[in-house]
């Protein structure tokens, strides 16, 4: 296609909110182009086992990160690339819980959603884990019954698993083997080939080198471009043009240093929480309501490292191995009332020797000979955290800043402090954790305090003076603009949001198809 | 478990088989890399500072260094960023050099000498001040002393892990990234799809 024919849709960004759709809107016989801000890799043969080597993964602009808890980007929460964040994604996918999406109605505080879990998402989940090859225990402990099986089994457990299993017998906290987007046997992809079942490699978070695990450069991009989708890397959007009824008919973006414009009926803006409020406030779009940038929310994610005698090679094994969901609610645990709203999942980790050190460096402050003899102590290294839900503040939000980047765009400023409830949940969480870590037997135990995962900058909802898309994804102000990623979720969720962003991403494909299929 | 006596098990590793080409290649390469001796963001005088404090922060034997504040001034240089900074530090490079003059102003405020003129101990005790945020000077009244720390020991410790050498050092041997049989089946039957 060239920029003067006009597309069906233009995709801008794709990761997990991009992808799906893409490749849906392709396989319906619609003429779609994505535009990728970052590169178009072949991991298995560009992906370096090294941290420092694989820094190209992460959306390394610089951003401004204000408030009590300034939240940390680039490899903390944020990729580029073909296939986005799920490039270093730990591939963990948990289902959210139907109570999730109900918390104002539980609660009397933050958002519900404007949807219905086993009407409106559970039907996109079970696709969705059958397509990426999720393995994962059948029958799940926590949450609605399964309809259907995951896939494959559960990956081989770590030593951080074995410990928080451990530990948690102990304190009376039951586990189980967490859901992974990562292959315990091999599995043919459509567009793509055969994907290897995972080695153990243990550095999802720096790009899986065989295809183990399903981010989209191995699924659903491979997929979409097999169904003629196309899909330009290296492409930065940085505007659009608009007819007099609002309209958008084409999108300006930068590659190799020249300003083109891609024609189109209609745009799927799928940039993330960051990049998407921010190139709608560059443009002054789709704002009537005032959200765009507003209720930002960050997951609730305190880390306990501990050392234990044996060795735990914290680096082997697909690093989220072990969950347990019995802090979903303040009042699971008999043994650990709460107070707070929302809950949380408790999950081990192992973790890559620069990731640990820098940590270390930042959550120890240790140098000199102290930071040798802690490192030293690596190989015994293993973690524990949680991912837990966040409310909507006013004080929390993202803006233009007066600084200008490399191309002249403004750079996004980012304001976070955690309120009440999360330093409620996140004491709560803390205590539980050392206690499990001490019945496992770790010493020098010590906290890192982190959120990640950006969220809720575009939020959906059923009254346009209160948010930017509709249930279905659709602007308000923009009738054929949508937006697929993780700004519209109303709430933070006390789940990892990449399953849930693929899943709505699916949802706001058939939406639009649907539409098209009652106006022609 | 780890029962590898060599005193080189990474370097040995990148002579086998069990190493994938691009993992070879990457740390190689950083092995190959010579440690900069004419900084390009730096002037001379900084550099040399910054390298003093590079060895209070990670001491290290003579006989096998890793470059610190080299890859510092290359990135500055460059003018790439880790993604993010915090809202009230000013840009990478700005922060440095305030520090650079700032640790010179505290070594002249408690010692009546320069930074570079003062003991390992003297040395290591004005660091500790600037992450206590109580080192004296009027650099610290514009730069918060604490969170510029924070993001200095991050980045030198990151640059110092990510080094062979170093890795050797706490019995890291991850790059081992070569599974047997390598790459099983996807281009062949990527082939046989057509």
Partial sequence: ?520 | MYENTSQTPVRDLLQSDRVTPATRTALTERLAQPPVTEPQFFTQDEFVRLQRVCDRLIPQPDDERVDLAGPIDERLANGTTNGWRYNDLPNDGEAYRLFLTGIDQAAEANYDRPFDALTDEQQADILLLVQQGEAPGPVWQQLPADRFFEELLAEVVEVFYSHPMAQEKIGYTGMADQTSPPAPLLHKERGVEH
């Fill in chain 1, 1 to 520: 296609m060239t920029n003067n024919d006009i597309a069906d849709a233009v995709v801008i960004g794709t990761g997990a909110g991009g992808a799906p759709l893409l490749a849906r809107l392709a396989m319906a016989g619609l003429k779609v182009v994505a535009l990728e801000a970052g590169k178009f890799w072949k991991a298995t043969e560009d992906f370096a086992t090294d941290e420092r080597a694989q820094d190209f993964l992460f959306w390394n602009d610089e951003r401004l990160s204000a408030g009590n808890d300034p939240m940390a980007f680039g490899r903390n929460n944020s990729g580029t690339g073909v296939g986005g964040s799920t490039l270093h994604y730990t591939a963990y996918t948990p289902r959210l819980q139907p109570d999730d999406l109900q918390l104002r109605t539980d609660f009397g505080v933050g958002e519900d959603w404007p949807l219905d879990y086993h009407q409106d998402i559970e039907p996109y989940y079970d696709e969705l884990e059958a397509f990426l090859g999720v393995s994962g225990p059948s029958p799940y402990r926590w949450g609605p019954a399964r309809r259907t099986a995951y896939r494959y089994g559960p990956l081989p457990v770590n030593a951080a698993g074995r410990l928080m299993e451990q530990g948690c017998r102990e304190v009376g906290i039951q586990t189980s083997p967490a859901a992974n987007a990562a292959l315990s046997a091999p599995q043919f992809q459509e567009g793509y080939g055969w994907r290897s079942a995972c080695t153990n490699r243990g550095f999802c978070q720096a790009g899986c080198n065989n295809g183990a695990k399903a981010s989209m450069d191995v699924t659903f991009i491979p997929l979409a471009i097999q169904y003629g989708a196309e899909v330009r890397a290296e492409c930065f959007v940085t505007g659009f043009e608009r007819d007099t009824s609002g309209h958008i008919t084409g999108v300006v973006y930068e590659q190799n240093g020249e300003t083109k414009q891609q024609l189109t009926r209609n745009v799927f803006l799928c940039a993330g929480a960051v990049e998407t409020p921010r190139l709608l406030l560059i443009n002054d779009l789709a704002n009537r309501s005032g959200q765009v940038g507003r209720n930002l929310m960050a997951h609730t994610a305190l880390q306990i490292w501990g050392e234990f005698d044996d060795e735990t090679v914290p680096w082997r094994g697909i690093p989220g191995a072990i969950i347990s969901e019995d802090t979903h609610r303040a009042n699971g645990l008999a043994n650990y009332p709460g107070d707070f709203v929302g809950g949380y999942l408790l999950q081990s980790i192992g973790v890559m020797p620069v990731t640990y050190a820098s940590q270390m460096a930042r959550g120890r402050a240790l140098w000199g000979q102290d930071l040798h003899d802690a490192m030293s102590r690596y190989r015994h290294v293993a973690g524990i955290n949680i991912l837990g839900e966040c409310l909507p503040y006013a004080h929390n939000y993202l803006e233009l800043s007066d600084e200008k980047d490399s191309r002249g765009l403004p750079k996004p400023r980012v304001h976070f402090s955690m309120g009440e409830n999360e330093e409620q949940l996140t004491s709560h969480a803390n205590q539980i954790m050392r206690d499990i870590w001490t019945a496992a037997g770790a010493r020098n135990i010590w906290a890192f305090p982190r959120n990640a995962h950006v969220i809720g900058t575009a939020r959906m909802g059923t009254d346009p003076d209160l948010a930017v898309v509709d249930p279905d994804g659709r602007s308000f102000d923009v009738p054929n603009l949508y937006i697929s990623d993780n700004s519209t979720f109303p709430s933070a969720l006390s789940v990892n949001p990449a399953l849930t962003i693929m899943a709505l991403s699916l949802r706001t494909a058939d939406k639009f198809l649907n539409g098209l299929s009652t106006t022609h």
